[in-house]
């Protein structure tokens, strides 16, 4: 069965940093643009930050551009979501998701591209 799990999620001061993980389980990486897209309460949904299978092409939402860093690691099938200097605008629900791809280089923040999506982990940033 293929699998997304995100985790890191959780409570944070304004300021503060959080490493969201998204394992695989069921299927290998590799091939695969993976996504991470968020949505607050009462918003639509939105991409944050994307990255190729070849890792060599990255794609950030203008408004974490500089606090985000998104990277992955396929030796350990998994995507991770540095988030820092966290504000409270940035408190959503996040999902990580994946898209087969032969194209090395593409990223993508259009959410129907996407086929696997995990369950989704909760970052609240707040005094």
């Known amino acids: 069965q293929l699998q997304l799990v995100e985790s890191g999620g959780g409570l944070v001061q304004p300021g503060g940093s959080l490493r969201l993980s998204c394992a695989a389980s069921g299927f290998t990486l590799d091939y695969y643009t993976i996504g991470w897209f968020r949505q607050a309460p009462g918003k639509e949904r939105e991409g944050v930050s994307c990255?190729?299978?070849?890792?060599?092409?990255?794609k950030y939402a203008d408004s974490v551009k500089g606090r985000f860093t998104i990277s992955r690691d396929n030796a350990k099938n998994t995507v991770y979501l540095q988030m820092n200097s966290l504000k409270p605008e940035d408190t959503a629900v996040y999902y990580c998701?994946?898209?087969?791809?032969?194209?090395?280089?593409?990223?993508?923040?259009?959410?129907?591209?996407?086929?696997?999506w995990g369950q989704g982990t909760q970052v609240t940033v707040s005094s």
């Open positions: 990255i190729s299978s070849s890792g060599t092409s990255t």
């Open positions: 998701a994946a898209v087969a791809t032969t194209e090395a280089t593409m990223t993508s923040f259009q959410a129907a591209l996407y086929d696997h």
